[in-house]
């Protein structure tokens, strides 16, 4: 079965037609095919060797700023679309209650004060340790909390 390759998208026909690839560069005319013989030539083949490895480097430079270029507005347009998603499915978020929002604003933030290394002996081969912290709360009480090492 025929089919267009401008409209199938996996071709290379079709990249370059959406401009999703480079269509006018200087580098592309260096892959295109000759059909001229030519005399082997030792110093010829050096030279065309080196050039075709400096065509790649050149080629894949303006491929990564192509590419660049062409991705350059997906950050603020997915930004755009997680907004909209947002706001379209508001109604499946959890509901926060007022009663929730005002101990949220009233919870104490908590510093570390100080760590105390107290043995904790046990009756296996192993002894192990148990550190114990204590918290300083801004309203001036201490916490003890244990946390095990």
């Not at 101990?103 to 760590?115: A, F, N, S, T, Y």
Request: no cysteine.
């Amino acid at each position: 079965m025929k089919r267009n390759p401008r409209k199938l998208r996996w071709t290379k026909a079709f990249r370059k037609a959406a401009g999703k690839e480079l269509v006018v560069d200087k580098t592309l005319l260096f892959a295109a095919r000759r059909n001229v013989p030519v005399r082997y030539n030792r110093e010829h083949v050096a030279t065309t060797l080196k050039a075709m490895k400096r065509v790649a480097e050149v080629r894949a430079r303006r491929e990564k700023v192509f590419y660049k270029n062409r991705m350059a507005g997906n950050k603020e347009r997915q930004r755009v679309a997680n907004h909209k998603l947002v706001a379209e499915h508001e109604h499946l978020l959890p509901r926060v209650r007022a009663s929730e929002k005002m101990v949220e604003d009233i919870r104490e933030p908590v510093e570390l004060v100080q760590k105390e290394e107290l043995p904790v002996f046990n009756d296996q081969k192993h002894k192990s340790r148990q550190l114990a912290r204590k918290r300083l709360l801004v309203g001036g009480r201490v916490v003890d909390e244990m946390d095990m090492d």
